[in-house]
């Protein structure tokens, strides 16, 4: 029986382009691979299923049977470590000739680590020596964190049983504590480790939570980590994109009434930065550019829906048809959800100019 191999494979992920040129061979459920070794007495059988994730059994070639005591750590002696030797060898030779280094142990950490590269170039520090695996996200100008990924036993964040619990990558981020009784509703998502405040939650990073979740909360995440002496002292504009729900307030209507209107302040916005209107479902599509006209105007107010501390004035620049900026084009410019304010892609930026 074929088992998962994790050791020589940690922090890398499979390119499969360098698999067949290694000697594996494509299949149905991935790719296939045999080499004899320790004179021809055992052969390593490895298959590479699709995610890159790796399995292998070693086979006593004179016996035509799975070798099962280099699994058993009670199985001791030279013979034994020599299997064991050769069949590492070969690990660490399909390891290093096909797979590429990672910053992270687990796939959807290293997906989370390229997007935000690819959306703000900006990557992971190791502020921590007694802790090098442990890994944060920065706000360049401020040098605040909006992310910190730390590997940890599972049942230390989820409170399950502790034994035998896999060890996983979390993902520590801020948030507004209005938001975390809905948040913690959501399966992969906890109350902040080590933290123990209602505006910072841990999301465990093994897929239960989607990427474009985990990357919406790292966006609003950075909005709180922008705000410092230095990011105030910005002078370039920015391009914010901001969700508007028609069930709690209809904008279309304040809109006809005037040009200038309130809007609920969330985030670091400047007066002259640019913001757009997101209406959610039933519309889904942009429908308002704005400036920004005045800033952080103390506006206490909460119900049921909508909790706020402060607003701004945006005035009305341009107004989209919903077929102009629908949700599937945000998606292909690299706005995969709106749900609260975040700075908007180099891609939407350039493309909302030409409209």
């Known amino acids: 029986m074929m088992m998962r191999e994790t050791e020589p494979f940690l922090r890398r992920t499979a390119d499969f382009s360098r698999l067949e040129p290694f000697g594996f061979v494509r299949a149905a459920d991935g790719w296939h691979y045999c080499e004899p070794f320790l004179d021809s007495a055992f052969s390593a059988k490895i298959r590479i299923d699709p995610d890159g994730a790796v399995f292998g059994t070693v086979i006593d070639n004179d016996l035509g049977e799975e070798f099962l005591p280099i699994r058993t750590e009670r199985e001791v002696g030279a013979y034994v470590g020599a299997v064991r030797e050769g ?10 000739a096909c797979f590429v280094p990672e910053a992270f142990l687990f796939p ?9 590269f690819a959306r703000y170039g900006e990557r992971p520090d190791h502020p921590f020596l007694k802790l090098p695996s442990a890994a944060v996200f920065r706000f360049p100008e401020t040098r ?18 502790a034994e035998d619990s896999p060890t996983v990558e979390v993902l520590n981020c801020k948030i507004d504590p209005v938001r975390e009784p809905e948040l913690l509703r959501q399966n992969g998502i906890f109350p902040g480790y080590h933290m123990k405040r209602p505006d910072w939650i841990s999301i465990v ?9 985990v990357l919406d909360l790292l966006a ?9 002496a230095k990011y105030k002292t910005r002078t370039a504009p920015v391009e914010w994109i901001v969700p508007a729900n028609p069930r709690y307030y209809d904008v279309d209507a304040a809109f006809l009434r005037e040009n200038v209107i309130f809007w609920k302040q969330s985030s670091d916005v400047h007066v002259g930065d640019t913001v757009y209107l997101y209406v959610a479902a039933p519309v889904s599509a942009v429908r308002y550019r704005c400036t920004a006209v005045e800033v ?3 506006y206490p107010y909460r119900d049921k829906n909508v909790s706020m501390k402060k607003v701004m004035r945006i005035r009305r620049e ?17 706005i995969r959800a709106v749900r609260g304010p975040r700075e908007v892609t180099a891609a939407f930026s350039a493309y909302m100019k030409t409209l």
């Open 87 to 96: 069949y590492a060898a070969v690990l660490k030779r399909i390891a290093d």
């Open 108 to 116: 959807q950490t290293n997906r989370i680590a390229k997007a935000l």
């Open 144 to 161: 605040k964190w909006y992310g910190l990924v730390m590997t940890l036993p599972r049942a230390t964040v989820t409170g399950e049983p």
């Open 205 to 213: 990073l093994d897929g239960s939570v989607p990427d474009e979740l």
């Open 220 to 228: 609003a995440s950075r909005v709180f980590a922008m705000r410092g």
């Open 296 to 298: 952080d105007l103390p």
């Open 318 to 334: 341009q107004t989209y048809p919903p077929e102009a900026v629908p949700f599937s084009k945000l998606c292909a410019l690299g």
